[in-house]
């Protein structure tokens, strides 16, 4: 198995948006690698964040790439407004895509790394064919829709499957992991070859700052990676 370098995604769902530029920048000076930004439409997930506009004021809070889940019903719609409002990568669902292929195809013509999450209860299965295409894969370990929930244990075989398909038809792929990860648990998730972890409320939380949150995940999985 080859384990490239850990990222560390954080998500702002949890943060505090009334400092949220400085929520930001802590996250960035604490070592962050990317900004996870989960947007929610309503329709595909029972809940609603935010939009492009949002994104671009984020990009204009930090040099982080834009890492962009978009948890929204047919997304090719709107991927040109997010390539325009700063997204670096660009992930859809599979479950919300009626041609996957062709939105993957779109996302990549438009200069951002296109990324393809599946829920829960899809099976790695449903990637096989797309995943030569695309430059890193999302396991959701919650059903998406809101921060703070459980990990679903399940996640940590799926993502020992998923790498192994990917490590077969896709090596240089990334494989993301988001929803319950925190200090307990990266380990695991990281020795079954997750290498792009997102974390939200194991960032933004009352209990330490961004900074120490970003040093305990490091400190998760040191160990597995030594
Ligand atoms: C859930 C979102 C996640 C969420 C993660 O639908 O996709 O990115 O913010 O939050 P935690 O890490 O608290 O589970
Ligand atoms: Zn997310």
Redesign the pocket.
């Known amino acids: 198995m080859t384990t490239p370098q850990v990222k560390i995604a954080p998500?702002i769902?949890?943060a505090d948006w009334g400092h949220l530029a400085d929520q930001i920048r802590e996250a960035e000076a604490g070592g962050a690698d990317y900004m996870?930004l989960?947007v929610?439409d309503g329709t595909f997930?029972p809940?609603i964040t935010f939009g492009p506009l949002v994104i671009k004021a984020v990009d204009q809070m930090t040099d982080l790439p834009l890492d962009v889940?978009l948890?929204v019903a047919e997304p090719s719609r709107y991927l040109e407004n997010f390539r325009d409002a700063g997204a670096d990568i660009l992930t859809v669902h599979a479950e919300a895509c009626t041609h996957l292929h062709s939105t993957v195809q779109q996302i990549t013509r438009l200069g951002c790394r296109a990324g393809v999450a599946i829920n829960p209860a899809t099976s790695i299965d449903a990637l096989r064919e797309i995943a030569p295409f695309v430059d890193m894969v999302l396991i959701?370990?919650?059903?998406?829709?809101?921060?703070?929930?459980r990990?679903i244990e399940t996640a940590t075989s799926k993502l020992r499957r998923m790498r192994y398909m990917l490590d077969e038809l896709n090596p240089t792929c990334d494989l993301q992991v988001?929803?319950?990860?925190?200090p307990a648990n990266i380990g695991d998730v990281v020795d079954s070859g997750a290498n792009v972890i997102?974390?939200?409320?194991?960032?933004y939380n009352d209990r330490a700052s961004i900074a120490e949150n970003i040093a305990a995940l490091r400190a998760g999985y040191a160990n597995v990676q030594a």
Do not use: E, I
């Not at 997102?198 to 960032?203: F, Q």
């Open positions: 998500s769902l949890t996870h989960d929610m997930v809940n889940h948890m959701m370990s919650v059903n998406p829709g809101f921060g703070g929930q990990f988001d929803g319950g990860v925190g997102v974390a939200g409320s194991a960032v």
